[in-house]
């Protein structure tokens, strides 16, 4: 096989999936000069792309059809296998020489098995998740992990440029899924320590952003203490990233974790507090809801809380 480099004006991109951070991607794409086709299962989601000059496509076979790199970045596995190895999916409808790239966080043994039923028609298909929030998806600044063929990561490589700043290719089929599930399992223990941390300041009686002037650039900096907890200080839970997607992120490295023989304690701990969050009615709001479910836990409501320094226990 042989695949050629995109090229903007000549290049015919596929985008499937225009949520919150794939709307934005595809954005960036369009904005590259890149002929774009677009799917999306609520095309109400992908009207402010086809406004830009994006056409519309009524399936994912029929956004394979009308280019040659193909993009996808959906929910879950199941939506994964169905969008790219369904009866009327990307893989039915793609020419030899063509690429796909999934961007959805996903089981790296699917990423195995859609790259080998790819190989068999003549297509390259890479896995290539994201990290950065609809932050970094916006400002075109993600972290992309990417495993596959290399000369196809290399001949994709402007369009994902694109999108971020940091494109790595982690190795073979599966490795950028396994790449992004260690992101996952460091993102899950930073959540806890901030959101735990926040609890913390504000009993106290600290002024919370306050505090953040002195810890965030100090040992504790890290993207979610920086990004996501003035967002819990000013009640904003709107999703950069959803609670129910985290949550099944967890539940695939624990998945992977059982598989190898690892024993991931803290993991476990998070993926049950993310279910209480979910059960709490938060599923859709962001990852930093998690203070709400900590909150609950010692009986604060934080969303009511006083403004400005916080009551101290033996004040109230």
């Not at 015919?12 to 904005?31: E, K």
């Amino acid at each position: 096989m042989s695949v050629r480099v995109v090229e903007p004006g000549r290049t015919r991109v596929g985008w499937i999936g225009t949520g919150v951070m794939g709307a934005s991607m595809c954005g960036h794409v369009l904005s590259a000069g890149y002929e774009v086709t677009v799917y999306n299962r609520t095309r109400a989601k992908a009207e402010p792309l086809l406004r830009r000059g994006a056409r519309w496509a009524d399936s994912p076979n029929a956004v394979a059809e009308a280019s040659d790199v193909v993009f996808t970045i959906v929910g879950y596995p199941a939506d994964v296998r169905q969008v790219i190895l369904g009866p009327d999916g990307v893989l039915s409808g793609c020419r030899p020489g063509s690429v796909i790239v999934d961007m959805t966080t996903s089981q790296p043994a699917l990423a195995v098995e859609i790259a080998q039923a790819a190989a068999q028609r003549g297509v390259y298909a890479l896995d290539a998740p994201v990290s950065g929030g609809d932050v970094g998806a916006r400002e075109a600044r993600l972290s992309i992990m990417v495993g596959g063929d290399a000369e196809a990561v290399e001949a994709v490589r402007p369009c994902l440029e694109a999108m971020g700043k940091t494109i790595v290719r982690q190795g073979g089929p599966g490795s950028g899924q396994h790449a992004k599930l260690v992101n996952q399992i460091v993102i899950a223990g930073t959540m806890i320590g901030v959101c735990e941390a926040l609890l913390y300041g504000y009993r106290a009686g600290l002024d919370l952003p306050t505090v953040l002037q002195s810890i965030a650039s100090g040992a504790a900096q890290s993207w979610t203490l920086s990004n996501l907890a003035p967002r819990v200080i000013a009640n904003n839970f709107d999703p950069g990233f959803f609670v129910e997607h985290f949550i099944k992120d967890m539940g695939i490295a624990l998945e992977e974790a059982r598989r190898m023989g690892l024993a991931l304690p803290g993991l476990a701990l998070v993926h049950q507090l993310y279910l209480s969050v979910a059960a709490l009615g938060h599923g859709r709001s962001g990852t930093q809801a998690l203070e709400l479910a900590l909150a609950s836990m010692s009986n604060i409501d934080w969303r009511h809380r006083p403004t400005g320094r916080a009551a101290r226990p033996e004040q109230t």
